[in-house]
T-cell receptor, first 117, second 112 residues
Framework: EAGVAQSPRYKIIEKRQSVAFWCNPI?????LYWYQQILGQGPKLLIQ????????DSQLPKDRFSAERLKGVDSTLKIQPAKLEDSAVYLC???????????????FGEGSRLTVL | GENVEQHPSTLSVQEGDSAVIKCTYS??????FPWYKQELGKRPQLIID?????GEKKDQRIAVTLNKTAKHFSLHITETQPEDSAVYFC???????????FGSGTRLQVQP
């Protein structure tokens, strides 16, 4: 089975520029998460989707970050304008529906590494 | 919201020794506690998890223990090998499809 796909793998931008990251979850996984992982820290949840609806975006800096999952499959995370402190790896993850798994295991993509200069 | 603290931040052991990583959580309603291993430049991958109705779980050289009263859980790795070197993250959630709250990570170095 194909894993969680993310692109681009690496992105370097200057502060105040914009950037977008794309994620395609494992087929059949209705729940999708975006996490931010700053170097040397654990992943921090930015937003969680269930199908195309937002479950939790309480930690998303909404003045500059936005995310969508219009058709309930792939998702885009956008940052505009970027700040130096946004330099991090942006991890997308998905989880299977309860009928396939009774655990809360997350399946992560390889991540998109953002460097803001 | 949930807060997860993890110790130590770095751990160096000799090959063959045991390693123990400890985490505490704040929300007594949390009931799912996974551990993820992340190798350099790679994605986090689940290595073992435990639910709140179980006190201990083992999988070969890896075990996790949970003390719900004290709100802490630990990862135990026995007979460590160089390929165990990685960053380990604990996490907690309310279960179901709720998002995980991760600890800050422990960098384990196994010296050959």
């Amino acid at each position: 089975e194909a894993g969680v796909a993310q692109s681009p793998r690496y992105k370097i931008i200057e502060k105040r520029q914009s950037v977008a990251f794309w994620c395609n979850p494992i087929s059949g996984h209705a729940t999708l998460y975006w996490y931010q992982q700053i170097l040397g820290q654990g992943p921090k949840l930015l937003i969680q989707f269930q199908n195309n609806g937002v479950v939790d975006d309480s930690q998303l800096p909404k003045d500059r970050f936005s995310a969508e999952r219009l058709k309930g499959v792939d998702s885009t995370l956008k940052i505009q304008p970027a700040k130096l402190e946004d330099s991090a790896v942006y991890l997308c993850a998905s989880s299977p529906p309860p009928r396939l798994s009774n655990t809360g295991e997350l399946f992560f993509g390889e991540g998109s590494r953002l460097t803001v200069l | 919201g949930e807060n997860v603290e993890q110790h130590p931040s770095t751990l160096s052991v000799q090959e063959g020794d045991s390693a123990v990583i400890k985490c505490t959580y704040s929300d007594s309603a949390s009931n799912y506690f996974p551990w993820y291993k992340q190798e350099l430049g790679k994605r986090p991958q689940l290595i073992i998890d435990i639910r709140s109705n179980v006190g201990e779980k083992k999988d070969q050289r890896i075990a996790v223990t949970l003390n719900k009263t004290a709100k802490h859980f630990s990862l135990h790795i026995t007979e460590t090998q160089p390929e165990d070197s990685a960053v380990y993250f604990c996490a907690a959630s309310l279960g179901g499809r709720r998002a995980l709250t991760f600890g800050s990570g422990t960098r384990l170095q196994v010296q050959p």
